[in-house]
């Protein structure tokens, strides 16, 4: 039998994609006692082979409002971690490193912090907290960050940009960069499936969360690329923190009849066939610290569905598809430059066949995360042995 590991979140969803459809599914597939200590609505279940203890209620984070909760969650976090007693704790949020420091110190058992994104990009973006709240969190996450690149046995990021940021900052010991490749099971139906003459619902599709900024270039690029005698069909879906404003926007903007925004909520084996209701797959970065570092997932899935793309030009995107075979790549935050790639492609059918085409092969035998767990199975092995 494989060691126990345990996997914690005191903020992300139960089934996020990254922590329980990649990694702790690649875990449980290697034979691994693999644990999931994150917020769900039973104390206890077992799905897919992975043990879910439950911290509590699954609620929206925010930094003040649900302070206790937030405080409740983690006080739980410590005491089933502690009873479980693993060889390996896989934290997935900043919060939680002051309680792998404390695991490290009186179980000494392997700790892990899984960092998802550049967090004091992220912070500082957040307009809505005053200058000086900004400042202290943002020197806060600095403290806690360093702490976990001197302390932990490894640092896991989600790309390279902020590897190299653990690396050269906080002089970290240990960086494993795992993507969010797809998991082509998910997309094999898919394979070589795409046809020039097929019907598509809608023309450009965005999927996962919908923030308010993503919206507002998606309208001035659907009013630009109707101004231009196209009629584009849009669909949003996925959890979208303001709908009631979108849809405000759809009506006053004239939009209704061609942009189509879905807040619903689907199963993660169904995503796919949604995504593919349309011909190509739009993602609007704007351009913002946070975006100098993270990869869009989506542009890979995209990708594993034979679909081009439209996206922003932004530094960790480039090395995958600034060649333009299979994605056009255009200046963030300007409307009449998204319209323009968005027009040459509804109007050639065949270059979007070929593009999705040569997305497909990129990711088939690269951008996968058949081949990118490896890594994460390889890290284990060696903490263990050491």
């Not at 179980?107 to 892990?112: F, N, P, Q, Y």
């Not at 309208?219 to 009629?231: H, I, K, Y």
């Not at 890979?300 to 034979?306: D, I, K, Q, R, Y």
């Given at each position: 039998m494989m060691p126990l590991v345990a996997h914690i979140s005191t903020v992300h969803a139960p089934f996020d994609?990254?922590?329980?459809?990649?990694?702790?599914?690649?875990?449980v597939q290697a034979q691994y006692d693999t644990h999931l200590l994150v917020q769900f609505q039973q104390p206890y279940a077992v799905v897919k082979s992975i043990h879910i203890h439950s911290l509590g209620q699954v609620s929206n984070p925010t930094l003040g409002l649900r302070a206790k909760q937030r405080m409740q969650r983690l006080q739980r976090a410590g005491q089933q971690a502690r009873q479980l007693q693993a060889r390996i704790y896989h934290l997935h949020d900043p919060e939680l490193i002051p309680l792998g420091l404390w695991l490290?110190?009186?179980?000494?058992?392997?700790?892990?912090?899984?960092c998802h994104e550049n967090?004091?990009?992220?912070?500082?973006?957040?307009?809505?907290?005053?200058?000086?709240?900004?400042?202290g969190l943002t020197i806060g996450m600095a403290l806690?960050?360093?702490?976990?690149?001197?302390?932990?046995?490894?640092?896991?990021?989600?790309?390279?940009?902020?590897?190299?940021?653990?690396?050269?900052?906080?002089?970290?010991?240990?960086?494993?960069?795992?993507?969010?490749?797809?998991?082509?099971?998910?997309?094999?139906?898919?394979?070589?499936?795409?046809?020039?003459?097929?019907?598509?619902?809608?023309?450009?599709v965005y999927h996962g969360t919908i923030p308010r900024y993503h919206l507002e270039?998606?309208?001035?690029?659907?009013?630009?690329?109707?101004?231009?005698?196209?009629?584009?069909?849009?669909?949003f879906f996925g959890r979208c923190p303001e709908a009631e404003w979108a849809q405000a926007e759809v009506r006053r903007r004239k939009l209704c009849d061609h942009f189509v925004i879905d807040p619903t909520a689907i199963p993660h084996e169904q995503v796919a066939d949604r995504v593919r209701q349309a011909r190509i797959g739009f993602i609007p970065l704007p351009d913002l610290p946070k975006f100098q570092h993270n990869i869009p997932t989506k542009l890979?899935?995209?990708?594993?569905?034979?679909?081009?793309?439209?996206?922003?030009?932004?530094?960790?995107?480039?090395?995958?598809?600034?060649?333009?075979?299979c994605a056009l790549m255009v200046k963030p935050d300007d409307p009449a430059a998204y319209a323009d790639a968005i027009i040459q492609l509804l109007r050639d059918p065949e270059r979007c066949r070929?593009?999705?085409?040569d997305g497909r092969r990129r990711v088939e035998y690269e951008y996968n995360w058949e081949q990118e767990s490896n890594k994460l199975l390889d890290?284990?092995?060696?903490?263990?042995?050491?």
């Open positions: 994609q990254r922590i329980f459809h990649r990694e702790c599914a690649s875990l490290k110190a009186v179980t000494g058992a392997i700790v892990i912090f899984d967090n004091i990009a992220y912070l500082r973006q957040k307009q809505y907290l005053r200058q000086t709240m900004r400042h806690m960050e360093h702490l976990a690149a001197r302390c932990f046995d490894a640092i896991i990021t989600a790309d390279q940009g902020v590897a190299t940021l653990y690396r050269r900052r906080y002089q970290a010991r240990r960086v494993v960069t795992l993507h969010n490749f797809p998991q082509l099971s998910l997309f094999e139906s898919w394979s070589a499936q795409y046809q020039p003459r097929r019907s598509f619902v809608f023309d450009l270039i998606a309208f001035a690029v659907a009013e630009v690329v109707r101004s231009r005698g196209v009629l584009a069909r849009w669909l890979f899935e995209f990708m594993a569905l034979e679909m081009p793309v439209v996206l922003s030009d932004l530094p960790p995107s480039r090395p995958f598809v600034g060649d333009g075979v070929t593009m999705g085409v890290l284990y092995a060696d903490l263990l042995a050491a």
